[in-house]
Each structure stands twice: as structure tokens, then as C-alpha cells.
């Protein structure tokens, strides 16, 4: 199984700063992996898949980057509904698995 | 537009089984893959398992063994998921999901499933 580790754990930030969260697979996963953002009481989001493409509605200041092992998220400029916890998800392997999440909160 | 809606909460004892619906919409049922995902209170998500909706073709996570089946009815549409042999740590919201090619594009709206004595 491929563990996928997130980090930090809990980023705190202004709005208006740029967000980075990292994605780390125990082995390549070439490009299959898509990130998710997940607010209290509702279920997850796709918001990119395929490392780094958008998926419908969502802001261009969601950008997803990296391949192989090593994947970020970059929140160009915090909006205030962007605070959420964020997973990242492979597909790369023969089953899937989801990172263990990161907070951006306030600060 | 797409949807994907989940049957009700469930409570249920240690040891029983549960099994949860998934009824998809605004697309060709066939088209798309089913899994499941969960989600213990003020945890991560969780992979379970997945049907190919066209062929009725199933896969588990390692993690729940045999404890888990997923089957459909494609004269309803619809995919469930039984979790057997329950215990505490299986309180969780439980959620379906649209496979498109490895992510999942459209979410269910979750099923919580307490198991309590």
C-alpha cells in the first residue's frame, strides 16, 4: 500500500498569504494524484486532480504541482472560505489512499 | 446535475452488519465506478473499496478483509455496501463516491453509522 504523508500538520495563516501543503508517496505514483478540501460537516471537494489539474469551478488560485514522490499545493492568496482541512489522494497504485490531512486555519 | 444520495443513519450493536445505499444520478449508472470512503469524528478519509458499476466487478482494502461487500442493482441504479461483523471503531460516516479515473469527482452526502451497545 502506498502511505501518503501530509505536511505540517496544521498551517496558520492571514488571509491574503500564500498557503503551501505538502504530499509525500512512499513510492512514485507518477501523476495520479488529486487533492481534496473538506470544510466542517461536509463532504470533501475535488479540487485538482492529475497533480495539477483544476477541476470545474475552482479558482486559478489553486495550484497543484510535482510527480513521482513529491507534491505541493499552493493557495496563491488565502480567501476566507479557503480555511479547510486539505487531503491529497493517489491513484497511482493498486488501491487508494489518502494522505492523513492538513488544517489551514486562521492565524 | 450529477448526484450521489446515501440511505439514513443507522445505529447499529457489536457484531451485527450494515448495509448503506448509494443512488447516483444526472449520469449513465455503467459509465462510472462506485467506492466507498470513511471518515471516524475529527479523522482522515479512509479507502475501502470500489464496484465497476458496468461488469459488477468489486475490490477491498487489505484493512477490512473480508468484512466488507459491495455489490449493485442496475435495475435501480443503485450500489450498497455491507460492513459486517461491526465494532466501535466502525462508528464513522461512511461515503460513497464517483470513480472518474482514479479521483473522485462527486461525493455523496455521508452516512453516519454508530455502533454502540
Known amino acids: 500500500e502506498i502511505v501518503l504523508t501530509q505536511s505540517p500538520g496544521t498551517l496558520s495563516l492571514s488571509p491574503g498569504e500564500r498557503a503551501t501543503l505538502s504530499c509525500r508517496a512512499s513510492?512514485?505514483?507518477?501523476?495520479?494524484l488529486a487533492w481534496y478540501q473538506q470544510k466542517p460537516g461536509q463532504a470533501p471537494r475535488l479540487l485538482i486532480s492529475?497533480?495539477?489539474n483544476r477541476a470545474t469551478g475552482i479558482p486559478d488560485r489553486f495550484i497543484g504541482s510535482g510527480s513521482g514522490t513529491d507534491f505541493i499545493l499552493t493557495i496563491s492568496r488565502l480567501e476566507p472560505e479557503d480555511f479547510a482541512v486539505y487531503y491529497c489522494?493517489?491513484?497511482?497504485?493498486?488501491?487508494?489512499?489518502f494522505g492523513q490531512g492538513t488544517k489551514v486555519e486562521v492565524k | 446535475q450529477v448526484q450521489l444520495v446515501q440511505s439514513g443513519a443507522e445505529v447499529k450493536k457489536p457484531g451485527a452488519s450494515v448495509r448503506i445505499s448509494c443512488k447516483p444520478s444526472g449520469y449513465t449508472f455503467k459509465f462510472y465506478g462506485i467506492h466507498w470512503v470513511r471518515q471516524a469524528p475529527g479523522q482522515g478519509l479512509e479507502w475501502m473499496g470500489w464496484i465497476n458499476t458496468g461488469n459488477g466487478n468489486t475490490g477491498n482494502s487489505q484493512n477490512f478483509q473480508d468484512r466488507v461487500t459491495i455489490t449493485r442493482d442496475t435495475s435501480a441504479s443503485t450500489v450498497y455496501m455491507e460492513l459486517s461483523s461491526l465494532r466501535s471503531e466502525d462508528t464513522t460516516v461512511y461515503y460513497c463516491v464517483r470513480d472518474s479515473s482514479g479521483y473522485y469527482d462527486y461525493w455523496g452526502q455521508g452516512t453516519l453509522v454508530t455502533v454502540s451497545s
Open positions: 489522494q493517489q491513484y497511482g497504485g493498486s488501491s487508494r489512499t
Open positions: 513510492q512514485s505514483v507518477s501523476s495520479s
Open positions: 492529475g497533480t495539477s
